[in-house]
């Protein structure tokens, strides 16, 4: 999968996608993420890429010059014309499904904006999907680029040394993953849940789905409309549901129990 990232920081992308799971992607060949200076393609002897709004108003605008014509340099080396995703708070908030339907693509580039924003024509000309990466503003497209390739590039085959490790983890089945333990065995008193040490893969299967269910319906309960549960898993969760109901109405919601249920 390859992504091509029109940004006027192609070194900090570069830099933090170097490293760790994508940077041995990369060296593996499973990934390759070329940073293209939208800088190079200004019209301007000083390189300027930016100018006054028209209309009035605070800060700069990118000119649409600049990011079209990197854009169609781009499709002219490659001979194809890639979907292009705008990286902007005004866009659908990524999730793992999207994340899932972008991993299909062979190429993506990824546009990053900066100052007030890109010039409305060049979004419209190439732009084909607009993301955002969760309901804040931040100073530019480039981190929200570098989640959206770290998350999508752990999807492609190879990526992860274990290749169920993606297919079982968070937001599989639209659950929470359940609580992970390592060595020690008891640590500062705390000890490993006892079924964990049983060797009994049914029962430590039952629990980490049931641990699951639990932990999303107190973390993300808004997940659970579309989570795939089996009809004693759906049984559980609403005694869950009740437990937690009985425990709020005996008792106010910050004290010393709050977040127990009779259930744990
Ligand atoms: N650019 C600035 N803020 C952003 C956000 N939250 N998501 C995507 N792009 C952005």
New binding site residues.
Partial sequence: MHFHILTLFPEMVLGGLNTSITGRAMEKGLISVDAINIRDYSQDKHRHVDDYPYGGGAGMVMQPGPVCDAYEALAARTGKRPRVIY???Q?RVLNQKIAEDLAKEEDLVLLC?HYEGIDERALELIVTDY???????????E??AMVLIDCVSRLVPGVLNNESSAEFESFHDNLLEYPQYTRPENFRGLTVPPVLLSGHHQKIDAWRRERSIERTLRRRPDLLEDAVLAPKEQAYLEALREAIAREETARPEDGPDAGKTDLQ
């Fill in positions: 990286l902007t708070p866009g904006g993301l955002s990466i969760g309901d804040y503003v931040l100073t530019g497209g981190l929200p």
